[in-house]
């Protein structure tokens, strides 16, 4: 089975802070994919990942940054934490054929004071 | 672009009723179908696919047909229990970009004892 291993279940962090969550999987997936569920809007695509080192915007990444040095391995990044980033955080990853489903991990409930 | 569709919860079942949950799609090209879920305090799980017109896929007793006469990708149970308790995604992979997702906003299912 393919895990997708997210470091922190939960975290808070105060406003200003920079804040790193890392997301980690297991299958060698090319595709790694950082998102943002808010109640009443869904999932959110923040960033996402195609390789090593490369990575493209998804709908809402401002505020955000991402890194992506080895293949297993995608970090999501808050620059400079406010309090409308408070959320509930899912990283995923998938392989790169048509039709294959992406995994998830657990999810990090960040809160930040 | 792509989206997805899906009803409005909450939905509020008694134990062993029929469950349809709908969702429609509008997408470019030939898209692949999932459904997901998400059971409280955790990410989401793949629940089933359905990569081409006519597919059905199923899991654990639900059921979901890919229609794409009607762009539908209806989820059924015909018996729910309990532990069926949580919140379901329709997403879609289509065009380009076949490995990003697009999701509905989610359905809450509760199934009372």
């Known amino acids: 089975d393919v895990k997708v291993t997210q470091s922190s279940r939960y975290l808070v962090k105060r406003t200003g802070e920079k804040v790193f969550l890392e997301c980690v999987q297991d299958?060698?997936?090319?595709?790694m994919f950082w998102y943002r569920q808010d109640p009443g809007l869904g999932l959110r695509l923040i960033y996402f990942s195609y390789d090593v080192k490369m990575k493209e915007k998804g709908d809402i990444p401002e505020g955000y940054s991402v890194s992506r040095e080895k293949k297993e391995r995608f970090s999501l990044i808050l620059e400079s934490a406010s309090t409308n980033q408070t959320s509930m955080y899912l990283c995923?990853?998938?392989?790169?054929?048509?039709?294959?489903?992406?995994?998830f991990g657990d999810g990090t409930r960040l809160s930040i004071l | 672009g792509n989206s997805v569709t899906q009803m409005e919860g909450p939905v509020t079942l008694s134990e062993e009723a029929f469950l349809t949950i709908n969702c429609t799609y509008t997408?470019?090209?030939?898209?692949?179908l999932f459904w997901y879920v998400q059971y409280p305090g955790e990410g989401l799980q793949l629940l089933l696919k359905a990569t081409k017109a006519d597919d059905k896929g199923s899991n654990k007793g639900f059921e979901a047909t890919y229609r794409k006469e009607t762009t539908s990708f209806h989820l059924e149970k015909g018996s729910v229990q309990v532990s069926d308790s949580a919140v379901y995604f329709c997403a879609l992979s289509s065009g380009g970009s076949n490995y990003k997702l697009t999701f509905g906003k989610g359905t809450l299912l509760t199934v009372n004892p």
């Open positions: 299958m060698d997936h090319e595709n």
């Open positions: 995923a990853s998938s392989g790169g054929v048509r039709g294959q489903p992406q995994h």
């Open positions: 997408a470019t090209g030939y898209p692949s």
